[in-house]
């Protein structure tokens, strides 16, 4: 099973709102990532999380605030974001950060922020 | 960031034609990876490289690890409708720090020739 599950699949918020996405994988992998794709690009990288710590931030506006509980699942918190900021948030996993890296990428949280 | 070199950036498919997309860099990766991404969904892994010189299949699909370590290509075979999509290459170069990220290409729009 290569699954990573993300929820919700769409968000509508504006820019006073607090929401979170959430994104779960259940494959024992120890690394996860929070990308973001604007339409027509390829992934940016935000966030990575290896063995529950946070390892590389993309020098991300800190109205983006990720959280890893346990190793199967991250959040993404999201508070007072910008217009700019709607795009597809994607999370992926890999068996660890260095040595197995092979990514897979869950179905993607729709953002829009109005 | 930076990204990988990939050609073409589009191309039109007729039902049963073989299809060839291919991605290119100045420096060596350690692994190269091939994913299919639907609208609004996430990117699909379709092929994982580790070896340069190594060739995988997987169906109608075939994916090269060149063996100067700098390209990749993908080959469709007897293209059928749900091949369109977005697809794109991503590697990973010689790990350590943030070289240690998945980088990639800008990805190939496949479409229904008209």
């Known amino acids: 099973d290569t699954e990573v599950t993300q929820t919700p699949k769409h968000l509508v918020m504006g820019m006073t709102n607090k929401k979170s996405l959430k994104c779960e994988q259940h494959m024992g992998h120890r690394a996860m990532y929070w990308y973001k794709q604007k339409a027509k690009k390829p992934p940016e990288l935000m966030f990575v999380?290896?063995?529950?710590?946070?390892?590389i931030n993309e020098s991300v506006p800190s109205r983006f605030s990720p959280e890893c509980p346990n190793s199967s699942l991250l959040n993404l918190h999201l508070h007072a974001l910008q217009p700019e900021d709607s795009a597809l948030y994607l999370c992926a996993s890999s068996q660890d950060r260095l040595a197995e890296r092979t990514q897979y990428f869950g179905p993607g949280t729709r953002l829009l922020v109005l | 960031g930076q990204q990988l070199n990939q050609s073409p950036q589009s191309m039109f498919i007729q039902e049963g034609e073989d299809v060839s997309m291919n991605c290119t860099s100045s420096?060596?990766?350690?692994?190269w990876l091939w994913y299919k991404q639907d609208p609004g969904e996430g990117p699909v892994l379709l092929i994982a490289?580790?070896?340069?010189?190594e060739l995988t299949s997987n169906g109608r699909l075939t994916a090269q690890f060149g063996i100067t370590r700098k390209d990749s290509f993908l080959n469709i075979s007897a293209s059928i409708p749900s091949d369109v999509g977005i697809y794109f290459c991503?590697?990973?170069?010689?790990?350590?720090?943030?070289?240690?990220?998945?980088?990639f290409g800008k990805g190939t729009k496949l479409s229904v020739k008209p």
């Open positions: 999380y290896s063995y529950e710590k946070l390892s």
């Open positions: 420096s060596i990766f350690n692994t």
């Open positions: 991503a590697g990973h170069k010689p790990y350590g720090g943030s070289q240690g990220n998945l980088i």
């Open positions: 490289l580790y070896k340069a010189g």
